[in-house]
């Protein structure tokens, strides 16, 4: 049970571009058109543009659920578990639309009730295969393209370290962090800020050394540098905005401090969130 739990809590990033939305959305209005005209059922044929509008109205409510609602309640990247909701909740939509435009215009509240019954199981029954198709695909062309894109001088390496091991004068050792633990490195005049979970709470520590002799001592590929005074743990941001001369970022644990995102380490950053 805790195996599932983690795999439905797992991030989507497969479906935050605006291209993969966009393919999801065009894969299955073009299932829907081929298997209407295909298996014609409930002799739609005969209806004339009915199987057009089944389409339009399909392709119109996942326009608005990933490219409007999405955007309204400012959900970037959804887990797993919310990508399951999100497609029974379109589904419910589609089924909804279609029934206000066919539905039979009857007193009798039993009767229409069964018909939108019936509405949303033939819609769930055409749909879900497909819709659930198209995220594995999504989600596995997501990893290979992470694996193919790492760097072959990293993949002949041996693992990286789990602990970043700041030392000080004569190799003296000041602090071990747990990369996990890592949210994000600040350089402040002569100091770094290192801010960290210590159990469930944020801590933070000042080291005296530079933030170039800093960075030359990390060895995980998760974390990145978004500005010259600055290095974050990619796994640990909670939220990121587009600004116009960069991004600005929340991270985790660490609710009242934004960072920047500068132009010069702007690609660099899109390219690590798969922007």
Known sequence: ???????????????????????????????????????????????????????????????????GIRRLLGLKTLKIYQVILWAFAEIFLISLTIFFIYGPHEDNLANRIMEFFLTWRYSFLILVGPYFFIIWFLATRHQIAAFTDTPKEILAEKPPSELLSLTGERGKLILAVNYDSLIFIKSDGNYVRVHYLKGENQVHELIRMSMKELESKVDNPCIKRIHRSCLINTTKIDSYKKERKGYKLQMKHVPDETLNVSMGYMKSFEEAMGI
């Open 1 to 67: 049970m805790p195996i599932i739990t983690d795999i439905l809590n797992k991030e989507a990033p497969f479906l935050n571009s605006r291209k993969n939305r966009l393919l999801t959305i065009a894969f299955l209005g073009i299932f829907i058109l081929l298997f209407l005209l295909i298996y014609n059922p409930f002799n739609l044929s005969n209806s004339g543009e009915s199987i057009w509008v089944y389409v339009i109205v399909g392709v119109f409510i996942m326009l608005i659920s990933q490219f």
